[in-house]
Structures are given as structure tokens and as C-alpha cells.
């Protein structure tokens, strides 16, 4: 064990203690101390089976402040595997927020820190309530099985005869648990593990995505990210939205490269690469800054050749613009609907670079 890792496993010796003392003899520095430094034993001591790898601030603060900005008063927000709750910290106080954990330890500490969010000590995977947040937050376990008592009836979780369980995969059991869990209109913003774009076993819920969301961005954050928490993995944040039941159409752009198709009021997908760190909150102010969307991306951007990824270089901030094209691979790109062309459905003509298109039609179609 070096350093690190021995600095994080005695700080968690020190939550862990304060955690099992009676609520009222918790201090507010103690609850400080567990909020700054209960880091779960993601890679350390062997302990790897419930992927207990947390968010850093920087990514949740960012994530936090977009759905401040996008979500109605008192909105109904769900964390399905909220480790220490890092996702949450910066939240506006009117959300009313759900948790889960399977872990004892993650959930006693939510309910010191959170008393009045509604919190679970249970697997996800028995959490029934449809169409009904209007936000899920969440980093699930990368790529281990998960398990539940209660016939959800996703495509996600099988019936095993052994355990008596429906089990599953966790990239895609958490996301479609989202996607059914969600009211129209409502958010996904979800960390994932680069296996969604691109493994066949999750071809499905690539699909349902497709089928039913708005897909609003993909930004690639750099591998450092969760150094602090234990591991170099490469991650994605994915930002989607529940679409009503909308008719799809192919990419109208003048220079389409796929044959595509997309739910009407499809925007441009923002895909941003963000090369260091200290760059996340640039990233994000461009995702939420129409001015810069409609002037840049995408259809003053600089584009390459056709028949390869095509990179919109904007700035020298250290991002990558650029939208993807690969045989079977396709999966987040720009290659939506098209760059300002319009589409005519049910007599009424539609842009398809306009992000206010998708709340005409959630109200029209909901
Ligand atoms: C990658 S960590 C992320 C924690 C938190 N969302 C964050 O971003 O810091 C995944 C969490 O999922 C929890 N977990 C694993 N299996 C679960 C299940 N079946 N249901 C609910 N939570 C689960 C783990 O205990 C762990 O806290």
C-alpha cells in the first residue's frame, strides 16, 4: 500500500468511526470531516465488488450547476447509487432528492449529511417508481452485476433460478432504470465508462437511448479525474433527456455521413473532449451558453474530411470539438438532425438547431 492509499484508508477508518456514533453526538466539524474525506475503498484493500469509486467536487459541482440552471422549482431528483453523495453537495435547496445505496456505510452517512433527503439502504434494483423525476444524477458501478427482489421487467435484469434474483449489468441496468424512472422531459445526467459507446452487449440500451431520449451532450473527461478515489479509468459524462413518443428522421445536413435516424427536436450533440482537469468548468460554461452553440457548433465549425472524425477546433483552451463517425460504432455525433435545416411534421415546421424545440414539443407531445 503506498502512501496514498494508507492516507486514504486511515481517513476512512476516522469516517467510518464517526459514522457509527448515535446521530446526536455527531459535531458539524465531524460531519465536515466525513462530507471532505469518507473516500469508499474503491481499489484499496482488495475491496473492488461494489465499485466505490466517488466524484470528485470539480466534476459534481459542474454537474450540480447545470441541472440548478435546467430543473423547475421543487423538482424530484433521484441519486441511484449515491456512495458518499458527493453528486449533491451543490444542489439547490428546493430539490426534493431521493438516494440509494446498497452500502450501510453510504447510507448512514447520507442520512447524517442529508437527514432530509428521502434514503434508501437497498439495491437499486428494487426501486420501482415510473415517470416520475425529473432528474436522475448518477456515477453507478462500472460493468459489475447488480440484483434485485422485484420483477421490474427490464430488458436489463434476467430472472436467475440460483439466487432467486433478477440480476444484471450494471452500465446498463442503471440507465434504463433511468430512462424509466424519468418524466418526460426530465434529465439524465450520468458519468459512464467508455464501454457505452461501443460494447455489443449494450448495443440495447444504446438503442433505447436513441429511441427515446434527446441525447444533449457527451464530454470525455481525462483520466486523472478520479485519481484521488482510486483508479485512471477513463470516463464520460452523458447528458439525455426523455422525449415524448416522437417520430424519428434521418440527418438532413448537406453533408450527412450516416443514414442515422433521430427523435424530432434532436439537437446538435455538444461532444467535447476536455484534455486537463483544470478545464471542466469551461467545458460546461460552453455547454450551457447558447450564444457560443449557435455561433459554433455546429455549423460555422471547421470540418476535416468527410470519412473521418471530423474536429471542430475552436480555441486553444485545450478542448477537441468533434463529432464521431464509425462503422457500427456510431453513437454520440453532430450528425443529428442537421445544421438549421427544417423538418415538417403534423404541418408544423420544426429547426433543428434550436434547443428550445424539445419543450415545444414535450408540451405538444407529452
Ligand atoms: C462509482 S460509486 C459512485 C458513488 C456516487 N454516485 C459518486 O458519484 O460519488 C458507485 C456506488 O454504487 C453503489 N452500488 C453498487 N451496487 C449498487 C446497487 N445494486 N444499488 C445501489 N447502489 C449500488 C456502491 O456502494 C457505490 O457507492
Given at each position: 500500500m503506498d502512501k496514498n492509499e494508507r492516507d486514504r484508508v486511515m481517513k476512512n477508518r476516522k469516517c467510518i468511526s464517526i459514522i457509527s456514533k448515535?446521530?446526536?453526538?455527531?459535531?458539524s466539524e465531524e460531519k465536515e470531516f466525513i462530507k471532505d474525506n469518507y473516500s469508499g475503498y474503491g481499489s484499496i484493500l482488495g475491496v473492488e465488488g461494489l465499485a466505490q469509486f466517488f466524484t470528485p467536487h470539480e466534476v459534481s459541482f459542474e454537474l450540480d450547476n447545470y441541472l440548478n440552471k435546467v430543473l423547475p422549482i421543487n423538482a424530484k431528483i433521484l441519486e441511484p447509487s449515491v456512495g458518499a453523495g458527493s453528486l449533491l453537495f451543490n444542489l439547490r435547496e428546493d430539490f426534493q432528492i431521493t438516494t440509494i445505496d446498497v452500502d450501510e456505510m453510504n447510507y448512514k452517512l447520507n442520512c447524517i449529511l442529508h437527514p432530509n433527503f428521502e434514503n434508501f439502504n437497498d439495491s437499486a434494483c428494487n426501486h420501482k417508481r415510473e415517470n416520475y423525476y425529473d432528474a436522475v444524477i448518477a456515477n453507478p458501478p462500472f460493468n459489475i452485476s447488480v440484483d434485485g427482489d422485484i420483477d421490474l421487467n427490464y430488458k436489463s435484469l434476467k430472472y436467475d433460478k440460483k439466487t432467486k434474483k433478477y440480476k444484471g449489468n450494471s452500465d446498463w441496468f442503471f440507465l434504463e432504470q433511468a430512462i424509466n424512472c424519468l418524466k418526460v422531459g426530465g434529465y439524465g445526467v450520468f458519468i459512464l465508462s467508455?464501454?457505452?459507446?461501443?460494447?455489443s452487449g449494450l448495443k440495447k440500451i444504446r438503442q433505447l437511448l436513441l429511441d427515446s431520449c434527446w441525447i444533449i451532450s457527451h464530454i470525455q473527461l481525462p483520466s486523472e479525474i478520479f485519481e484521488n478515489s482510486g483508479t485512471t479509468i477513463q470516463t464520460n459524462i452523458l447528458i439525455f433527456r426523455k422525449a415524448p413518443k416522437l417520430p424519428k428522421f434521418k440527418c438532413n445536413s448537406y453533408d450527412a455521413i450516416s443514414d442515422y435516424e433521430w427523435l424530432l427536436g434532436q439537437p446538435p450533440i455538444v461532444c467535447i473532449d476536455v484534455?486537463?482537469?483544470?478545464y471542466i468548468h469551461e467545458a460546461f460554461e460552453m455547454l450551457t451558453d447558447e450564444l457560443w452553440l449557435t455561433n459554433v457548433c455546429p455549423e460555422n465549425a471547421e470540418r476535416s474530411r468527410q470519412d473521418e472524425a471530423i474536429f471542430f477546433k475552436v480555441s486553444d483552451l485545450g478542448y477537441k470539438y468533434k463529432s464521431r463517425y464509425m462503422e457500427n460504432v456510431i453513437?454520440?455525433?453532430?450528425?443529428?438532425?442537421?445544421?438549421?435545416k427544417e423538418i415538417e411534421y403534423e404541418g408544423v415546421e420544426y429547426e433543428t438547431c434550436d434547443w428550445g424545440v424539445m419543450d415545444e414539443l414535450i408540451k405538444k407531445y407529452k
Open positions: 448515535p446521530l446526536e453526538e455527531i459535531s467508455p464501454a457505452i459507446k461501443f460494447k484534455l486537463k482537469f483544470d453513437f454520440f455525433e453532430t450528425q443529428t438532425l442537421g445544421r438549421g
